[in-house]
């Protein structure tokens, strides 16, 4: 089995194609997110980061039906989004630890991840910022007849900012190529979406712009592949904006500090038995797509080559105070 | 004296100010159930219950109005932002409505709203939630923007701002949240607006310093130890040019110290004050400290330079008392950018 776990943007997102691969890339995810755990765990990581295990199958999916020339507005959850889209490990650990070699060259942090290359806009931390964004990249893409389209992704708890309604309502009236696909993950920070929304079933929201609303499995990958084709090949075709609600649940604490000690017991336990990597797994199995041994094979490869990774990053050298005063403008005052 | 952390005083005061008036209320997301992202509502839920505690949705724009119509029609409310560029999508709501409420109505609706808002670098949280902002509200008459140094500054700043009757923004440090301070409560440890603290006298050079800096400045003057006088602005919209003035007219000197980057800083304001209403007083040309005019950098080194620390200013204010001459900034004398 050849597969691309490091090395150039586009021919990681390529190898997508491959189911094997996706599996592969869904579990580099969930072991690079508890890589950086112990990072912070050790000091090593300074800040805060915000985890993505629970989401793999989203972000995977979402990687293999976009191309390289579409666009993607993401979040402070990015981590895997950025390895999904075929950042290599190297990059996005090196900009987490803050390193001159990470995708800003340090001074973005696990919440500001970017490359241009396979069309991830610098991560967006303010809650439901991107998506107002993704649709003036579909406007772009419209005025020019490119075919492109723009995707945003974000939480569910960005359905309650006023940044939401403006984007759908945009894009319904204009008929933007843009896909917006909401991360319901039960959470937005210690809340629970009950608590802060009456409408939980998010899709629905679609229906106040008249566009389609899409409830999707987001710990199946194949399920979510399935409906993300759906919408991009909607906005491909001019016929407009498209709601898809991913139904995931994050398996961390919101961010670093937090324990998550306000889930109902067993919730956590429930969601783990749909953990995205294990469904992904047996159905690789099951299909006869790959043994047991195989994917045990290429695991350990993957550990192996996380390894190699952190190690050289640790080495990597730090900016110079110079780096701070770089791309203010493109010319320097 | 108790010597308590920075959001326990937080909390105190809320709860006090809950105590006194039931009109006061307090919402934000996870201010409630959580008891806060910073624990500085520890323990409100349980005293005053949801409906004077409220966690609202992630949508600032519309807490941040409610605040607004609730202040209208006769409540203190007291509305959380986690981390101050959230109020970027709730401006609209402080600076064009609540403040222009009162001349709007000739003086008949007030707006006695408090926004509290964590702020500022030092953290690691990255360029979208480690500035300060402040000069985001100073230019916005009908405003008042306090700032906390400290446990008590903390406690008594808050206790003021809900009692007045403006709309008031309390710029939390949020690299002080953990530390201990002394801490009065009650009447006695209320800090008015308006109304800067000498927290060290000195007669050669009058240091001001605001927030995060007050603490980096006091450090700096006690190595120099040179007769330098330390005022903590406190609050920073409407100034105390009392104090300040009284203070250049003793020493002659004055240096202001900003975490901001320098463009649009509050200290340019008081450095065009004090040259122009006390300019025979002066002995050499007033300066400011700032952070470079750059985002706030993520990289732990980076950030630790960008804004003043305690070696800087005492490299600066040396430099000054001995030469009488404005000093350059790190990232000239390193050559470092231009
Ligand atoms: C405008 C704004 N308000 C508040 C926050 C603080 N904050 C960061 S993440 C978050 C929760 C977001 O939840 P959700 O949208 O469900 O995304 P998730 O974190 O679950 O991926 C909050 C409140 C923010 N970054 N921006
Ligand atoms: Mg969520």
Known sequence: MTLVRSGDHVARREALADPVARYERMYEIRRFEERVNDLFAQGLIHGTTHLCAGQEALDVSLALELRATDIVTATYRGHGIALALGMPATDVLAEIMGKADGCTGGVGGSMHLCEPDVGLLPTFAIVGAGLPVAAGAALAFQTRGEDRVAVAVFGDGAANIGAFHEALNLAAVWKLPVVFVCDNNVYAEYSRIDLTTPLTDLHRRAGSYDIPGVPVDGMDVDATRAVLREAVSRARAGEGPTLVEAKTYRFAGHSRADQATYRPEGELERWRERDPLVLARAALVAGG???????????KAVDEDLDAVAEAVAAGPDPTPAAMFRNIWAVAA | MARIRVRQAIASALSDAMREDESVLIFGEDIAAAEGPFKTSEGLLA???????????????????AAVGAAAVGMRPVAEIMFMEFLGVALDQ????????????????????????????????GTQHSQTLENWLGATPG???AVPSDAQTAYGLLRSAIRDPD??????????????GECVTGDAGIVPLGVARVPREGDALTVVALGQTVRAALAAAERIDAGIEVIDLSTVTPWDRETVLASVAKTGRLVTVEEAPASGGWGAE????????????LQAPPFRITAPDVPVPYNKALEARFSPGIGEIEHQLTTY??????????????????
Do not use: C, H, Q
Not at chain 1, 289 to 299: I, K, P, S, V
Not at chain 2, 270 to 281: D, E, N, P, Q
């Open chain 1, 289 to 299: 797509a790959a043994t047991e041994d195989d994917l045990a094979g290429l695991e």
């Open chain 2, 47 to 65: 005293e005053f219950g949801p409906l004077r505690v409220r966690d609202t949705p992630i949508s600032e724009m519309g807490f941040v109005g």
């Open chain 2, 94 to 125: 402080l600076v064009t409505e609540a403040a222009k409420f009162r001349y709007l109505s000739n003086g008949r609706v007030g707006v006695p709203l408090v926004v509290r808002a964590s702020v500022g670098s030092g953290l690691g949280f």
């Open chain 2, 143 to 145: 405003l008042k923007v």
């Open chain 2, 167 to 180: 709309p008031v923004v309390v710029l939390e440090p949020r690299v002080l949240y953990a530390e201990r």
């Open chain 2, 270 to 281: 008081i450095v065009a004050t004090v040259t122009t209403a006390a300019f025979r007083s």
């Open chain 2, 321 to 338: 008392l001995r030469t009488g001459e404005v000093p350059d900034p790190w990232w000239l004398r390193e050559g470092v950018a231009a």
